[in-house]
Nanobody, 129 residues
């Protein structure tokens, strides 16, 4: 199992930026698909962006494309989500997850239902003026 801890959330005005961090312990993240998910009040959790074992293998939801960038630092065993031009509809709890099984980043981001997925506790992002 891997333990994931998110940080970097907060209150930001529309158009602002935030960088979320997901620090892992207990296992290396680099071989596995890892991603960021968002759950808005009253809505289901949705995949925002995922990254594979290669940092060049990335996936973004339509709402994240052009505004968010996922990256990772293997030396720090950490995955990041840089969010820019934030909108009120980006508000929600952001979770980091890693699938320690065999999967693709598309499967992780779109279905995220496997028993091999480990989740963090989440960090709140609120976009409001």
């Amino acid at each position: 199992q891997v333990r994931l801890e998110e940080s970097g959330g907060g209150l930001v005005q529309p158009g602002g930026s935030l960088r979320l961090s997901c620090a892992a312990s207990g296992s290396r993240l680099d071989p596995f698909a890892t991603g960021w998910f968002r759950q808005a009040p009253g809505k289901e959790r949705e995949g925002v962006s995922c990254i594979g074992s290669s940092a060049y293998n990335t996936y973004y939801s339509d709402s994240a494309k052009g505004r968010f960038t996922i990256s990772k630092d293997n030396s720090q065993n950490t995955v990041y989500l840089q969010m820019s031009n934030l909108k009120p509809e980006d508000t929600g709890v952001y979770y980091c997850a890693a699938d320690l099984g065999i999967t693709t980043i598309q499967q992780l981001c779109n279905y995220h239902s496997s028993d091999s997925i480990s989740w963090g506790q989440g960090t709140q992002v609120t976009v409001s003026s």
